[in-house]
């Protein structure tokens, strides 16, 4: 494969070679399972696309192949999917879109070596892991619905070229010279093996060549369809890290079958921890819609934003297999679908609640993200605002707002809480000192989306929600009254500091709000809380 147009790696590449090829040679093996994924994503890939494309269609007996050759010491990877256009080539194969190398290389750092195989994955860079195991890899491809195809070649180190090829029918050929040190993976045996451990799950037939005939290699059922008996701990996991890209434990598995006015069957998960960049994905929820065990897409929003980082399956027979994108928009069926998941969560969430440890390292994950729901779902808020957990002025570790409620003083009537960014300052806050010097509860909001939910939320139990910057006036109602001498010297004080402070400030006032500071800045009684003020200044409003 020499000849053809050269191109150089983006820059980021290169470095990603040289990380992926060294911090991961102890788990070689991954590579057939990236390649193998890719090679069902694409397949999966052109069976949706066909849906408003005929020149797509699929192929009867679509399948993944695996060929060794050990003479040739070649080992090649077929597939029928959607294949790649020149451009595609060049763009999918020699840039890295979705995650710096930086951020991927501190990410490997920070984990044990039995780790790093998932952080692959996560960072969409599967592809490259075909370099721990060949010197060089040829990629020959043919899109869907065209009659061109491409090879590209490269040895991984530095750059790649782009030559004309043939290719009888659409679909993509990884083509894997095998390094001296990589014989296991020419044989047929041992590549069944990995198929078993990492692919089993995967939908579209695999096939394994040996001696001249390509023997199945994958059991392909769908997980979800099989009985919670025949599933095993090891099964769930590693489907979860399948399609969660993620490579932690769930913290729950939600696995049931819906019958009567709709029917499914959904297998969903709750990641144990915060996977890497959450925050900066999509906001949509990622869950694979199935028809008839057949993968549709991953793009219908079966479930609320709130819940993205929820992951899984949902299959159901209430669809037609051919339903396209247009038709997922406006049926109903996937509305009964996303309000029967959504309160099965939901459920879920408030059974492993009673367990508060574990439920506060669900909270500290996920409960920001939770919040948001409170702030843009008004189906959902009360159950969200009973779920949720909160800092306090005056209790250890998490609290709820039953708790506070029912923690209230004699002729206190609102819910008082104090939002800022830095959650170890905040406790030692001047807002905090008359209501701590009163003994008043304050809860304590640090996560950006606490300065827009509480004033959607209003009340709970029928308690209005108050920021402490604007409740001086409630703190006066559980206060004495100055001494006549108090009030003398602060006739003198007050105008001579509106004096000095002059448009700085809209009013100066005295107040019993403080106990140990001598003044503190307060938001005028209407107006937006503190914090919120600093965020529309931080953004330029
Ligand atoms: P990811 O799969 O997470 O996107 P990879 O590094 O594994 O990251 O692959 C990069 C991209 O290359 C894929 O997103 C896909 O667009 C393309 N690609 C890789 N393998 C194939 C294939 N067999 N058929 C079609 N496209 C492929
Ligand atoms: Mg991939």
Same mark, same amino acid.
């Given at each position: ?208 060549? +040996? ?39 769930? !913290?729950?598995? %939600?696995? !049931? ?22 925050? *900066? ?81 669900? !909270? ?10 409170? !702030? ?56 905090? *000192? ?8 304050? %809860? ?6 606490? +300065? ?33 001498? *108090? ?23 005295? +107040? ?26 931080? +953004?330029?409003?």
């Amino acid at each position: 494969a020499t000849g053809g147009e050269e191109h150089a790696f983006s820059a980021e590449v290169g470095r990603l070679l040289d990380l992926v090829v060294h911090a991961l040679y102890s788990e070689r093996e991954i590579f057939l399972r990236e390649l193998v994924a890719n090679a069902a994503d694409a397949t999966d890939r052109r069976r949706f696309e066909a849906l408003t494309d005929a020149a797509q269609a699929l192929p009867e007996g679509a399948k993944v192949r695996i060929e060794p050759d050990k003479d040739a010491r070649r080992l090649t990877i077929s597939d029928d999917g959607a294949g790649m256009s020149k451009d595609e080539l060049a763009r999918n194969l020699g840039t890295i879109a979705r995650s710096g190398t930086r951020a991927f290389g501190e990410e490997l750092a920070k984990h044990k070596p039995d780790e790093r195989s998932g952080l692959i994955g996560q960072f969409g860079v599967g592809f490259y892991a075909a370099f721990m195991v060949a010197e060089h890899v040829d990629v020959v491809s043919r899109r869907a619905g065209s009659d061109e195809a491409w090879r590209w070649s490269s040895d991984g180190k530095g750059s790649f070229t782009l030559s004309p090829a043939t290719r009888e029918q659409p679909g993509t050929d990884i083509i894997l010279y095998m390094k001296e040190d990589a014989d296991e993976f020419l044989d047929a045996w041992r590549l069944e093996a990995i198929v078993r451990k990492w692919a089993d799950h995967i939908a579209w037939p695999i096939t394994i060549r +040996s001696d001249g005939e390509d023997k199945a290699a994958n059991a392909g059922t769908a997980l979800w369809r099989k009985p919670r008996s025949e599933v095993t701990e090891e099964q769930l996991t590693e489907f979860y890290r399948h399609v969660s890209h993620n490579f932690d434990t769930p !913290w729950a598995t %939600l696995h !049931w079958h819906a019958e009567g006015t709709i029917d499914f069957t959904a297998l969903l998960f709750i990641p144990g921890s915060r996977p890497f960049e959450f925050g *900066e994905q999509v906001r949509e929820s990622r869950v694979r819609l199935h028809v008839r065990r057949m993968f549709i897409t991953d793009d219908a929003a079966l479930l609320p934003p709130w819940l993205r980082f929820v992951q899984g399956v949902v299959d159901t027979e209430d669809l037609p297999l051919n339903v396209s994108r247009e038709m997922l928009q406006a049926t109903p069926v996937l509305q009964r679908i996303r309000k029967a998941v959504t309160n099965r969560v939901l459920n879920e969430l408030r059974t492993r609640a009673k367990d508060v440890e574990s439920y506060a390292g669900f !909270w500290d994950n996920f409960g920001p993200v939770v919040k948001e729901g409170i !702030w843009d779902d008004a189906e959902y808020r009360t159950d969200l605002a009973g779920l949720a957990r909160f800092r306090s002025s005056t209790e250890e570790g998490w609290t709820t707002l039953a708790d506070y409620v029912a923690r209230m003083k004699d002729g206190q009537e609102a819910i008082y809480y104090l939002t800022g960014d830095n959650p170890d300052t905040l406790p030692a806050s001047a807002q905090l *000192e008359g209501f701590k010097a009163r003994g008043i509860e304050v %809860l304590l909001l640090t996560d950006p989306v606490d +300065s827009f939910w509480p004033d959607r939320l209003g009340t709970f139990e029928s308690k209005p929600l108050r920021s402490v910057s604007q409740s001086h006036a409630d703190l006066e109602k559980f206060e004495a009254p100055l001494s006549e001498g *108090e009030k003398a010297e602060l006739d003198t004080l007050l105008p001579a500091l509106k004096d000095a402070l002059g448009d700085a400030v809209s009013e100066v006032r005295g +107040s019993t709000r403080l106990v140990s500071s001598a003044v503190v800045l307060a938001a005028a009684g209407q107006g937006p809380d503190l914090q919120l003020q600093r965020l529309l200044r931080r +953004s330029g409003q």
